[in-house]
């Protein structure tokens, strides 16, 4: 056991948690992550189908880094991540298909999420499989936790439920209590994410920026 | 013709890659610190957008959708292949960014020192691969539809990227709350930018 939880697997796992947190710090997969969190279950569904593929992804590329000639190194990582990609597309179609209709074409877009190629391209091409897997599964949670912070406060927020249970009671209506229609455009999602930057660097003085 | 139209100013302004889908925002956050350099990536990513978006069209509507290698033979036509999209539209982006790389050095030495890194790194951006995802869901009638979309997306990312580095520009003189600084600020203008194009939604031409 110790053997597994080093420090430095420690601090590869946590790291990616707080203090190099793969969209407020690392500025990575902010693409897919701000349009699928306006309800609270297709974020949490995002959360964990990132998680996985990033850590088997890591697993894969670690394994083979040695073999993969450099010049066709992202094309290689490219397919592995594609083909990881079809089969949770395929089973998500499968056992969960309503969250896979509302998150469209955001899970095809796991291939291109700039956490993945950045994870491959960073540590998975100069690390060992089980170090890699940790750091997979770090910076999944860090990007997951982001995604559910965010769509708990829009669905909340935006329409009094939470994963589709009325949450705000129906007395708060009846006495005047509206819901905020504008959280549920795509702009609040970015403002969110902003004031979660504001608070994590107002607590962390070494993460501001100078400009 | 009216269709086509309608789909380029639609694509710029309600469908806006930027503002509606969040599509590119990684590198749409990290280039845009000037003017002149997030012109050259986003003339690059209308390049890449109205290359790789037909060709993804022809791919879906003669191999991999359901039915559709019936020219080849009428005993492919209960094939669906549709499971393959997301590998093989990967790979014909990756492939012609390659290529596009190879011709515009060989070419335009210029224009290949302007573009500088961002040609290589546009495989891996979200706007290029949503295009032709959002191509496959909207099944567009024509190759012109979806030519047409390529461009107005293209079109519009620029237009945003150009609009972020303007504003980015300026604020380097005004003073920011310590914890917003760089990132934080840049989400909220986003945000804001964002607001004022849910104005357009609606918008309809003929």
Not at chain 1, 101 to 107: E, G, K, M
Not at chain 2, 59 to 70: D, F, P, Q, R, S
Not at chain 2, 97 to 119: D, H, N, R
């Amino acid at each position: 056991m110790s053997k597994l939880f080093s420090a430095k697997t420690r601090e590869v796992f946590l790291g990616p948690l707080n203090k190099n947190n793969p969209v407020t710090v690392q500025v990575l997969g902010i693409c897919s992550a701000l349009a699928v969190t306006a309800k609270l279950e297709p974020s949490l569904v995002m959360g964990l189908s990132v998680i996985v593929i990033v850590a088997m992804a890591n697993v894969i590329i670690s394994l083979i880094r040695n073999t993969i000639p450099n010049r066709i190194r992202i094309i290689v990582q490219l397919v592995v991540v594609a083909a990881l990609v079809t089969v949770v597309s395929e089973f998500l179609k499968a056992f969960a298909y309503d969250v896979s209709v509302q998150l469209s074409v955001y899970i095809g877009l796991i291939i291109t999420n700039c956490i993945l190629m950045g994870r491959l391209e960073a540590f998975a091409m100069s690390n060992k499989p089980w170090e890699s897997f940790i750091d997979g599964i770090g910076n999944g949670i860090g990007y997951a936790w982001i995604l559910v912070v965010v769509g708990f406060f829009r669905e909340l927020l935006g329409s009094g439920t939470l994963l589709d249970y009325q949450v705000i009671p129906k007395a708060f209506y009846e006495m005047g209590y509206v819901n905020n229609g504008l959280m549920m455009m795509p702009p609040m999602a970015l403002i969110l994410v902003a004031v979660i930057i504001w608070v994590q660097r107002a607590k962390n003085k070494d993460l501001q920026e100078d400009k | 013709m009216e269709n086509i139209i309608n789909i380029f100013v639609k694509s710029i302004f309600v469908d806006n890659m930027i503002f509606a889908y969040f599509l590119g925002m990684c590198s749409y956050l990290a280039v845009s610190k000037n003017v002149k350099t997030s012109m050259g990536l986003g003339l690059a990513v209308i390049f890449v957008l109205v290359i790789t978006l037909p060709i993804n069209y022809l791919l879906e509507n003669y191999v991999l959708k359901e039915g559709a290698l019936a020219w080849l033979s009428p005993n492919l036509a209960s094939l669906d292949l549709s499971y393959l999209a997301f590998i093989l539209f990967i790979a014909v982006i990756a492939a012609i960014v390659q290529l596009v790389e190879m011709a515009v050095e060989k070419f335009s030495p210029s224009l290949y020192a302007s573009l500088g890194i961002f040609l290589p790194l546009i495989a891996v951006n979200c706007a290029i691969m949503g295009g032709s995802l959002f191509m496959q869901q909207r099944a567009f009638l024509n190759i012109g539809e979806a030519t047409s979309y390529a461009l107005g997306s293209g079109v519009g990312w620029l237009l945003a990227i150009v609009g972020l580095a303007a504003i980015r520009e300026k604020m380097e003189y005004s003073n920011v709350p310590k914890g917003l600084r760089g990132l934080g600020i840049a989400f909220i203008v986003v945000a804001l930018m964002g607001i004022a194009f849910l104005a357009f939604s609606g918008l309809k031409i003929g």
